[in-house]
């Protein structure tokens, strides 16, 4: 499989409140050639936001907290013009969710569990609409 960093050197924040399936995130993306960070919440995600910018947001939608929808538009108001790309990251796969939360303001969806080929295809897609 081509390495997606040497086409788009991307700086990814993994919202993921799931130790395990943060863990599979960052491991697949390190194959790939990324350094990612990871945080399991949505408070996190904001705090981390404020301090760096990102390119990319892997935003899983059930989180403590506060959910990924929630985040997503904190992000959205907080950044502006220079809001990251955010995909839905979720165990939500009925046929209307993925529309429900592109509509919602998110860039892209994967549901749970995905395949690594359709993590890096939904990558490639959100980010060349930039």
Do not use: H
């Not at 960070?37 to 949505?42: F, I, L, Q, T």
């Not at 749970?112 to 993590?119: A, M, N």
């Amino acid at each position: 499989m081509k390495k997606l960093s040497k086409e788009l050197p991307l700086s990814i924040l993994i919202a993921e409140d799931n130790y395990i399936n943060q863990k599979l995130l960052l491991d697949v993306l390190a194959t790939q050639g990324y350094k990612c960070d990871a945080v399991s919440n949505g408070f996190e995600v904001i705090e981390t936001v404020q301090k760096k910018n990102y390119d990319l947001i892997l935003m899983d939608i059930q989180m403590p907290g506060m959910s990924g929808e929630e985040t997503m538009k904190q992000v959205r108001e907080m950044k502006k013009a220079e809001s990251p790309k955010i995909i839905a990251v979720t165990a939500y796969a009925m046929a209307d969710d993925r529309a429900k939360l592109i509509e919602g303001g998110m860039d892209g969806y994967i549901s749970k569990p995905f395949r690594v080929d359709e993590l890096i295809s939904e990558i490639r897609k959100v980010v060349k609409k930039s």
